[in-house]
Each structure stands twice: as structure tokens, then as C-alpha cells.
């Protein structure tokens, strides 16, 4: 039986393949190499080649990862990438695609940096609790920068626009290259001992990583950590973050920045003065009236006029006492009146006068006729006067009408 013939791959899939088999072998390379044929598009992604004197190999390193890079990259730089294999199928080439690039030998300034770091942070030289806040309205500002630079001529600006009347102490030093940072450490306590400085910006405009390397200097943060005052860091790079920026009291994206942040503007800071006068004379002023108040209410009077009050008063309840005494006895008066119409009504004289007669013997008062006998005295008791009378003969009342 003949043997089949092989299909063949067409290029998209021998591409296809070969991105696989890249990316399955090289998933993270890591290439030291010179740049050539550097382009910057203006879509923000950058397009060069990395070559030794053997070999060349095509770069792209997009826009999101650049932004990263420290420095500005140029042709002939001596360069370490981080990246990833890939086939460009439209040119059938291999790419490089970098996430990271620094520079030759950065790796080894960078470990140095990390355990500098790591070192004064255990020491508590970054430690939030340690830092002190701004003067409100500092009396003298200190500068420790270079005299020369556009920094010191930003923060001039600004506090000549803010507040005019607070002095400002220039101490001119070196802001980069060998020496720096031994310089700013000299200008820190030119300041200090000068003495006329509540708070001290120290720093520098924008650079490369190089240009701001005396920042991360240890002798300089362990100075700015013993300043007598507060010290704002205005290292003008807001990518990194410097040593002097974790040590400052405060950290300032621009040496502009920092002088904003040192003093408050005078215009804002007189119309918070003038409400606050405002406001503490509306609070007197009530408070004198309510005073007054109070104290016209507690003014002693004439004792003559409270004694006549008082006589009055007395007249008062006195008539109030006679015409209650009156009212009440009228009332015991007419109950009375009642109770005696009552009881009246009840007499046994009030009988006599209608023509009855009471029946006495020995004393007590005939009911029956049968508790009497022939011959017996009764005594009658008449509404006027008495008489004595025998009795002849008795009748008993009839048995149905007995009770």
C-alpha cells in the first residue's frame, strides 16, 4: 500500500507553531545587550534591537511597560530586559517583547537600595508616628539646594506669591553627581545653625535615576531623620520614590509643590483672620447683652417701694381673707338653717299644734290602751299647757288592727 504523503503547514501555522514551541521553552528571558535602530512611535511604544558583537535580535517594548523605565533610552546603552519570545508572522521574525528594562549593572545599585531601605525602616527612621507636622505659619524658611537650579527659583516664586513677608534661607549646594549628597548633609546644618528656619525644604528638580541617586544616600537620610526642624522632601520624580522622601516629614511631587505646602497663601489666611474676628465679636456682643440682662434682673429696688408693695399685698389677701370668711360662714348658715328647718319639722310640738295630745303615765308615753286601766291619772300634754285626767274605761284596739 503507498504511503501517504505528508500534509503541508502553511506559514500561519508554522508560525503558529513556533510562538508555541517559544513560548513553552522561553517563557521569561532575560537578555543583556546594546540598543540599536531605537524608534519611539508616537503611539507611545518603542521599537529597537538588541545586538552583542555576535547577533541581533528585534525588540518591542509597549507603551504600558515603558512608562516603568527610569531613564530615556538611546542608542549604543548597555541594557538588561525582561521579556518574552514572540513571532511577528506578517515579517517572519522573532521579537523580543520587553516588560522591563534597566540598565547594565542596575540590578546590583537596586539590591543595594532594597536593603539600605529595609535597613532604616527597621530602625524606625520611616515610621509615620515619628513625623512631625508643618509649622502653621513658620517665621523663616530654609532651602538646602542648588542656588543656580530652576528648583530654588520655583519655590521662590511661589512663596513670593503666597506670602511675601516669611523669609526664606538659601543654603546653595550640590544636588547630583559625586559629592552630592555630602553637600546637601553640609547645607542641612548651615541651616540648623543658622537658627532663623522653622521648616526646611531640601531637594532638587526632575532627573534620571542617576541625576537623583544623592537621595538615596544613607548619611543624608539619617541627617533629614536628625533635623531639629520639619524637613520637606521635594526630589522632583514622581515615578520613584527617594530615600529622603521616606524620611522627610512630609513628601512634595515638586519642589513648587513643597512651597505650597510650607505656608498658607496671605490673602486666604487674612479673610480666615477677619471671619474669625467677625465671629468672635458677634460672640461678645451676645454675651455682653445677655449679661446685661441678667444683671437688670437681679438690680436691687427702694426698699421703700418694696415695703409699700408689701403693704399692698397684705391689703390684698386681707380682703381676700374677709370676703372668704364671709362666704364660708353663709354657707354654715344656710346649712343650718336647713338641718333646724328639718329637725323642726320632726318635733312632736309641731303635732301638738295641730290639735293632738300626748298621754303621760308615770311619765312614759301611752302607745297601747291595753297597758292601762280604769281609774288610772294620765298626765296630757297639750301644745299650751297641761291636764290631769282618769281614765273611765279602756277600749283595746281590735285584734286585726294590733301590731
Same mark, same amino acid.
Not at 527597621?122 to 538646602?144: D, T, Y
Not at 530652576?150 to 516669611?166: E, G, T
Given at each position: 500500500m503507498p504511503a501517504t504523503a505528508p500534509t503541508p503547514l502553511t506559514v500561519s501555522e508554522l508560525s503558529r507553531q513556533l510562538k508555541d514551541v517559544l513560548n513553552g521553552t522561553f517563557p521569561d528571558v532575560l537578555l543583556r545587550g546594546e540598543i540599536a535602530n531605537f524608534t519611539a512611535h508616537r503611539s507611545g511604544h518603542w521599537y529597537f534591537s538588541l545586538q552583542d558583537p555576535g547577533a541581533t535580535i528585534s525588540c518591542v517594548m509597549f507603551r504600558g511597560h515603558n512608562q516603568r523605565v *527610569?531613564? @530615556?533610552?538611546?542608542?549604543?546603552?548597555?541594557?538588561?530586559?525582561?521579556?518574552?519570545?514572540?513571532?511577528?508572522?506578517?515579517?517572519?521574525?522573532?521579537?523580543?517583547?520587553?516588560?522591563?528594562?534597566?540598565? !547594565?549593572?542596575? &540590578? +546590583?545599585?537596586?539590591?543595594? %537600595?532594597? !536593603?539600605?531601605?529595609?535597613?532604616?525602616?527597621?530602625?524606625?527612621?520611616?515610621?509615620?508616628?515619628?513625623?512631625?507636622? %508643618?509649622?502653621?505659619?513658620? *517665621? &523663616?524658611? &530654609?532651602?538646602?539646594?542648588?542656588?543656580? /537650579? #530652576?528648583?530654588?527659583?520655583?519655590? +521662590?516664586?511661589?512663596? #513670593? @506669591?503666597?506670602?511675601?513677608?516669611?523669609?526664606?534661607? %538659601?543654603?546653595?549646594? *550640590?544636588?547630583?553627581?559625586?559629592?552630592?549628597?555630602?553637600?546637601?548633609?553640609?547645607? $542641612?546644618?548651615?541651616?540648623?545653625?543658622?537658627g532663623g528656619s522653622d521648616v526646611i525644604i531640601v531637594g532638587r528638580g526632575g532627573g534620571s535615576r542617576e541625576d537623583l541617586a544623592a537621595f538615596d544616600d544613607e548619611a543624608l537620610a539619617r541627617a533629614i531623620a536628625a533635623s531639629p526642624v520639619p524637613v520637606v522632601s521635594a526630589v522632583g520624580h514622581e515615578v520613584d520614590v527617594s530615600v529622603a522622601d521616606l524620611v522627610a516629614d512630609v513628601r512634595a511631587a515638586t519642589p513648587s509643590h513643597a512651597a505650597e505646602l510650607v505656608v498658607p497663601e496671605a490673602d486666604a489666611l487674612a479673610a480666615w483672620v477677619g471671619e474669625q474676628l467677625l465671629r468672635m465679636r458677634r460672640r461678645l456682643s451676645d454675651d455682653l447683652a445677655a449679661r446685661r440682662r441678667h444683671l437688670r434682673a437681679l438690680r436691687l429696688r427702694d426698699p421703700r417701694q418694696r415695703l409699700a408693695d408689701a403693704r399692698i399685698r397684705c391689703d390684698e389677701l386681707s380682703d381676700r381673707l374677709v370676703r372668704?370668711? +364671709?362666704?364660708? $360662714?353663709?354657707?354654715?348658715?344656710?346649712? $343650718?338653717? #336647713?338641718?333646724?328647718?328639718?329637725?323642726? !319639722?320632726?318635733?312632736?310640738? @309641731?303635732?301638738?299644734?295641730?290639735?293632738?295630745?300626748?298621754?303621760?303615765?308615770? /311619765?312614759?308615753?301611752?302607745?297601747?290602751?291595753?297597758?292601762?286601766?280604769?281609774?288610772?291619772?294620765?298626765?296630757?300634754?297639750?301644745? @299650751?299647757?297641761?291636764?290631769?285626767?282618769?281614765?273611765?274605761?279602756?277600749?283595746?284596739?281590735?285584734? +286585726?288592727?294590733?301590731?
Open positions: *527610569r531613564f @530615556r533610552p538611546k542608542v549604543g546603552d548597555d541594557v538588561v530586559l525582561t521579556g518574552q519570545l514572540d513571532v511577528y508572522a506578517p515579517a517572519g521574525r522573532v521579537n523580543l517583547v520587553a516588560r522591563r528594562m534597566q540598565k !547594565a549593572g542596575e &540590578g +546590583d545599585a537596586q539590591a543595594k %537600595l532594597d !536593603a539600605l531601605k529595609q535597613k532604616l525602616q527597621a530602625e524606625g527612621l520611616f515610621a509615620e508616628e515619628r513625623k512631625r507636622p %508643618l509649622p502653621a505659619l513658620p *517665621r &523663616g524658611i &530654609g532651602v538646602a539646594t542648588s542656588g543656580s /537650579g #530652576a528648583a530654588f527659583h520655583d519655590i +521662590d516664586k511661589v512663596l #513670593a @506669591r503666597r506670602f511675601p513677608s516669611v523669609p526664606v534661607y %538659601l543654603a546653595s549646594c *550640590r544636588v547630583q553627581g559625586p559629592g552630592a549628597a555630602d553637600s546637601v548633609v553640609d547645607a $542641612l546644618r548651615l541651616l540648623w545653625e543658622h372668704a370668711a +364671709d362666704r364660708d $360662714l353663709l354657707r354654715r348658715q344656710q346649712r $343650718l338653717g #336647713a338641718v333646724a328647718s328639718h329637725l323642726d !319639722a320632726l318635733s312632736p310640738l @309641731r303635732v301638738l299644734e295641730r290639735g293632738y295630745a300626748v298621754a303621760l303615765h308615770d /311619765g312614759q308615753a301611752v302607745r297601747e290602751a291595753a297597758s292601762l286601766a280604769p281609774g288610772d291619772l294620765l298626765d296630757l300634754r297639750l301644745h @299650751r299647757g297641761a291636764a290631769t285626767v282618769q281614765v273611765q274605761a279602756v277600749r283595746p284596739a281590735p285584734a +286585726d288592727r294590733a301590731e
